[in-house]
């Protein structure tokens, strides 16, 4: 049985950081993609970062370059979300899933979200507020 934890959230000023951890069991992360989503009140589920080692690719959505880091440790069969420089608008519950295929996550794909969507694999996310 796949599980997928998320933690690290929290509240943090503007300009501040987080790191949100994914813990999975059930599958192992040198083998399997994970994606980071993330969904404000009232807004779509966004898709925010994932990371696909066999692949060596990490995909990053254009309002989180240069400011989010995607990394995995395989010894804690864990990735992170470095999260720097937050602004109010990334307020959200934020998400880790895996896809029901490593394409939708890969060098000649990208970053597919409709493969992450279409999974059974979500954790139950963890609440980031950015506010002064």
């Known amino acids: 049985q796949v599980h997928l934890v998320e933690s690290g959230g929290g509240l943090v000023q503007p300009g501040g950081s987080l790191r949100l951890s994914c813990a999975a069991s059930?599958?192992?992360?040198?083998?399997?993609?994970i994606g980071w989503f993330r969904q404000a009140p009232g807004k779509e589920r966004e898709g925010v970062s994932c990371i696909n080692d066999s692949d060596g690719v990490k995909q990053y959505a254009e309002s989180v370059k240069g400011r989010f880091t995607i990394s995995r440790d395989k010894s804690q069969n864990t990735v992170y979300l470095q999260m720097n420089s937050l602004k109010p608008e990334d307020t959200a519950v934020y998400y880790c899933?895996?896809?029901?295929?490593?394409?939708?996550?890969?060098?000649?794909?990208?970053?597919?979200?409709?493969?992450?969507?279409?999974?059974?694999?979500w954790g139950q996310g963890t609440q980031v507020t950015v506010s002064s």
């Open positions: 059930g599958l192992s992360l040198d083998k399997n993609a």
């Open positions: 899933a895996t896809p029901i295929s490593n394409y939708y996550c890969s060098a000649h794909y990208g970053f597919g979200m409709n493969g992450f969507y279409d999974s059974d694999y």
